[in-house]
């Protein structure tokens, strides 16, 4: 599984974990730089933040590390619904094995 796969299938899991308050989309992967879009009404109780580190811990299911850098534009609709773009530095966490050496 390429990495952007593994990226689709964090995604996948975020939208079926928050997809009643936000959705998330990849927009581009250029080398170590992931831009993702979010779309939804969030939590009015939980922090946007939040929302963002949330695919940074479901990328460690996969073997990636996904930190949020820079949240590069905001647009908000009104006051249920938004938009955020943020771009993520994409690394690779090393996968453990145990082996009976």
């Known amino acids: 599984m390429d990495v952007r796969e593994k990226i689709e299938k964090v995604l ?3 939208n079926r974990l ?3 308050e936000a ?5 581009s ?5 992931v831009i993702i879009e979010f779309e939804g009404s969030f939590c009015a109780t939980c922090g946007l933040y939040d929302y963002f580190d949330d695919i940074k811990w ?3 299911e996969f073997g990636l590390e996904l ?3 820079e949240v ?8 249920e619904h938004g938009r955020y773009v943020v771009k993520y ?4 966490k090393p996968v453990l094995s145990l082996s009976n050496d």
């Open 67 to 69: 930190e949020p850098v």
């Open 58 to 60: 479901e990328a460690m």
């Open 23 to 27: 959705n998330a989309r990849i927009l």
């Open 29 to 33: 992967i250029e080398g170590d730089e």
């Open 12 to 14: 996948a899991e975020f």
């Open 89 to 92: 530095k994409l690394g690779r």
């Open 72 to 79: 590069l534009g905001a647009v908000e609709d009104d006051f």
């Open 18 to 20: 928050h997809g009643s």
